[in-house]
DNA sequence: ACGTGTGAATTTCTTCACAGCC
DNA sequence: GGCTGTGAAGAAATTCACACGT
């Protein structure tokens, strides 16, 4: 029963990531779970975890449920997460800075290899011990040498666009785009956006004024 | 024909800040928009677009399409933004830092009056010339002077959901929560959840190992 | 002619409920 | 007895298509 990814709606992808910080943290207390507990967990039903799993493949047993590490291991592979991801990151002002010196990234296999700023007084500095700001000039160099798919973007919003433009004409893949700014990219391009003041104004409308 | 919250569904509420974000950029170049070039500014059809809309009100007019500047209007007084909004800051570490020297926030409304973290070491020290980080044993009364429903969290993991706890206590209503951990609350406070993890994970699965 | 607002149709997502296996 | 995987049912979201106002 072989599965193309186009078959998988998105909204159960988008569910995947979550099963897995729900599963690291049930691990530390037991060695099997069921779908009614990460249902319950994760506020989501347990026909719809079974159903959601049931997609790619029959991990759990009657009776028992699943086992914790197997199917963690089933999920890391569909994610495409049982092997490690370099990244560059472009922009190093506030955001970039904080995301260099964050290590939740290379916990989970996410690794910046390079950072980038056009700013003459960044460049040349160093970050972190280990990371030394380049000139974005050296971009398509860096990324084809390291055959890197995945940019995490943390440029202001008015060069948000060119800047992505730029990593896609280099072989970017996937951005990651802390900018404040809806990009216009090929359909081919994944990109994931964090914008904390969409995520306040959702807040909002539930709040009493 | 009044509308109760409860009515809404919530990922029509989610998508209403992206309007907002779309009709910012629209505005500098013209004064009326229409559901087309909305949907094509977004990725959604015109048909959503109108029926989302339609969900708070009529806002166009036949012919002619949206005045921005009064849809805007109208979807801010839906999301509560026709008024300032004051915030707590939980865990000054690396991104609880980042935040606070991060302008984005103020510029849309949304201010931190107020920073707390537990370490002897960072409690006195002052950011930014404005705020002086306090001891989060301050929280409750800080909150209640000043009214306070949204809170930021972004203290480690290992403490995030008792600390949400204790904001709960103190009387928030919102949090937006950078911490990795499902947080479990009563279903009256509203979490948001930014996870640059969880949004790897999401892209990697469309990329090629 | 243009473009909204909206019932109706369609598609997608979620839950139900149960046969089958541990 | 417990719990999965899954067709079928049900609910929700999206799109269609058009009457109607400008």
Redesign the interface.
Known sequence: MSVY?QDIPDII??R???Y???LS?LREKKLTTNSRELGE???YSAAQIRKDLSQFGEFGKQGTGYNIDYLTKQINE????D?E?K?VLVGCG??G???L??S??SS?G?HVVAAFDSSQELIGKKINDTITIQDINNLEQIIQENKI??A?LTVPGSVAQETAEKLVNCGI????SYA???LSLPTEI?V?Y????????????????
Do not use: C
């Not at 893949?173 to 990651?176: D, M, Q, R």
């Open positions: 990814k992808v988008a995947l990531p979550r897995l910080r729900a943290v967990f994760l506020g569909i994610l495409n997460l092997r991801w990244m506030n955001i800075h904080a995301i010196n964050y939740g990234f989970n996410f798919q995945i995490m893949k996937g951005i990651l404040p700014v809806i994944r994931e964090i914008d904390p003041v969409i995520s306040l104004q959702h807040i909002t409308y539930y709040l009493s004024k």
